[in-house]
């Protein structure tokens, strides 16, 4: 399938022009390339392709300076091919998993669609395919219906830019606070979503657990989303899901688990250092020490950190407590 230089296909242009065209936003070559970022001549190619071969009763109003049509006209599905269909009933089936009861009627629904796809050439049905194929994913944390109607509503507030105001229990406290926030991004993460915006109460962009908020209301007051945020960039050098103090960790393991860390696909930030003894060194950029000392202690004494002396010192801690629950004599 042919693709653009920003690796959308014709198709996916076709159908955002159509859609654009079909919600009377009268949009014009211009317009659309900077939407599509692509040239105006390929938008040209494209109206053609959609007034020709599609049959589209497609005009240009010069009052209102864009394209309409003249009459009710609908585009056809495209066709999948089965490749496509069981991707979609893959990531249909990982939804299912981490959604919980936000979009059951819904999911049923396409999974019903989807099976009747599946089949429709004798080769491969839903059932089959889920026998073949699983994902094992922590069960959604929370309580299922709550969750579900809060990511509902912080869903329509994130996309409308609307804020909300919510009761929330941190993991330190037993008392609920009331917060206002601007809902940026929602991100699912070891078996929980969490809700990252801009906190009115702490006048800056915090991270939210859904299930710890225990009423929220969508209001009508607007936020404006900030144009210099990014998901990706508020969140670099996290483990997990929790911020923090910026920290340059080292944590050598033994040529017995070295296997298994070379086989891991580095991040940005991460690498690797080779040891004559057949160990490494495994190297980070990270944001807080919180999750990174969790997941160094789950290799036990394969593992030692270097740095940062905070990292380290926490470590002598954690085994002194453990000495001290199995009964074992503490170093000198």
């Not at 609908?74 to 249909?92: A, H, Q, R, V």
């Amino acid at each position: 399938m042919t693709k653009d230089r920003t690796g959308r296909s014709v198709i996916v242009r076709i159908w955002t022009i159509y859609t654009l065209i079909k919600n009377r936003q009268y949009p014009d070559c211009r317009k659309l390339a900077v939407k599509l970022e692509v040239s105006p001549r390929t938008i040209e190619r494209d109206i053609e392709l959609l007034r020709d071969r599609m049959q589209a009763p497609l005009e240009y109003d010069r009052l209102r300076r864009g394209y309409y049509f003249t009459k009710d006209f609908s585009m056809p599905t495209p066709n999948l091919t089965e490749g496509e269909i069981i991707s979609l009933f893959l990531g249909l089936k990982l939804m299912s998993q981490v959604e919980g009861l936000t979009y059951k009627t819904e999911l049923g629904s396409l999974r019903e669609k989807l099976e009747c796809l599946l089949g429709s050439d004798g080769k491969l049905s839903g059932p089959q395919l889920e026998e073949l194929i699983s994902f094992d994913i922590e069960p959604l944390r929370g309580e299922d219906r709550r969750v579900a109607e809060h990511l509902s509503g912080l869903r329509r507030a994130a996309r409308e830019c609307l804020q909300v105001r919510m009761f929330y229990q941190s993991i330190s406290t037993e008392t609920s606070m009331k917060r206002v926030v601007h809902p940026y991004h929602l991100r699912f993460y070891d078996g929980a979503w969490y809700l990252i915006g801009f906190c009115s109460f702490r006048n800056e962009v915090r991270i939210f657990a859904v299930d710890r908020i225990r009423d929220l209301e969508v209001l009508t007051e607007k936020f404006d989303y900030p144009a210099d945020f990014n998901i990706e960039k508020y969140l670099e050098g996290v483990w997990g899901i929790m911020r923090g103090q910026p920290f340059q960790a080292a944590i050598r393991f033994d040529s017995f688990q070295a296997r298994w860390i070379r086989e891991r696909t580095l991040r940005d930030g991460e690498n690797l250092e080779e040891l004559p003894d057949g160990g490494v060194v495994f190297k980070a950029e990270v944001s807080g020490l919180t999750e990174i000392k969790q997941w160094a202690l789950s290799f036990g004494g394969h593992a030692e950190v270097l740095e940062p002396e905070e990292l380290r010192e926490e470590f002598r801690q954690e085994v002194e407590r453990m000495r001290e629950i199995y009964g074992l004599e503490s170093t000198p």
